[in-house]
């Protein structure tokens, strides 16, 4: 069962633009939601995180736009650039709870 | 990579043949993690660690098995691995769990181990 669902699994966006991963959840009990970058041959590093007490964060050209009651939640990347080039995946979890479910992952391509 | 470390970073063993993977970490955290991650799956949770000698079983446990002796080293084992565990493996530690502030989870970089 997935818990977390990420579209769309693939983007291709210019300088410049401005692409926007998207996740949707459904276990209620989630509470905190980050979102992590992969270049290729890399481990994920932690990229920007939310909690539901707020509907946007920001941290540089990233934002997390959350919409609690659509149970959604998406990334947004500002004028984005050829080294955004990654994989991005989104994660929920419990705060009570100890594991992170992830999405399937959006692999972008920005184009110079 | 935050402090942690995995080896071997490339693997190539036989069906059949166990197969340990090492996670070691400089950060003293309490939580350590195993996943594998495959096209279209994003990353799941094996087994992971809230201590030593404290593990629990993730989503996709079967056919692994895990040990954690010291706070800084977490081994995942393949009992007799098979062709379907051809992945690539993550380590993750995060120093508390069961909070958001200090329950980030922080990544190695990684084992690309292939079952022949």
């Known amino acids: 069962q997935q818990q977390v669902k990420q579209s769309p699994q693939s983007l291709i966006v210019q300088k410049g633009g401005i692409p926007i991963i998207n996740c949707a959840y459904e276990?209620?009990?989630?509470?905190?939601f980050p979102w992590y970058q992969q270049f290729p041959g890399k481990g994920p590093a932690l990229l920007i995180a939310?909690?539901?007490?707020?509907s946007e964060k920001k941290e540089g050209r990233f934002t997390i736009s959350f919409n609690k009651s659509a149970k959604q939640f998406s990334l947004h990347i500002m004028d984005s650039q050829p080294g955004d080039s990654a994989t991005y995946f989104c994660?929920?979890?419990?705060?009570?709870?100890?594991?992170?479910?992830f999405g399937e992952g959006t692999q972008l391509t920005v184009n110079p | 990579d935050a402090g942690i470390t995995q080896s071997p970073r490339h693997k190539v063993t036989e069906t059949g043949t166990p197969v340990t993977l090492r996670c070691h970490q400089t950060e003293n955290h309490r939580y350590m993690y195993w996943y594998r991650q495959d096209p279209g799956h994003g990353l799941r949770l094996i087994h992971y660690s809230y201590g030593v000698k404290d593990t629990d079983k993730g989503e996709v446990s079967d056919g692994y098995s895990v040990s954690r002796s010291k706070t800084e080293d977490f081994l995942l084992t393949l009992e007799s691995a098979t062709s379907s565990q051809t992945s690539v493996y993550f380590c993750?530690?995060?120093?508390?769990?069961?909070?958001?502030?200090?329950?980030?989870?922080?990544f190695g970089p990684g084992t690309r181990l292939t079952v022949t």
């Open positions: 993750a530690i995060s120093e508390s769990g069961r909070r958001a502030v200090g329950g980030e989870q922080y």
């Open positions: 939310i909690r539901p007490d707020v």
């Open positions: 994660a929920a979890k419990e705060t009570s709870g100890s594991r992170l479910t």
């Open positions: 276990n209620t009990a989630f509470d905190y």
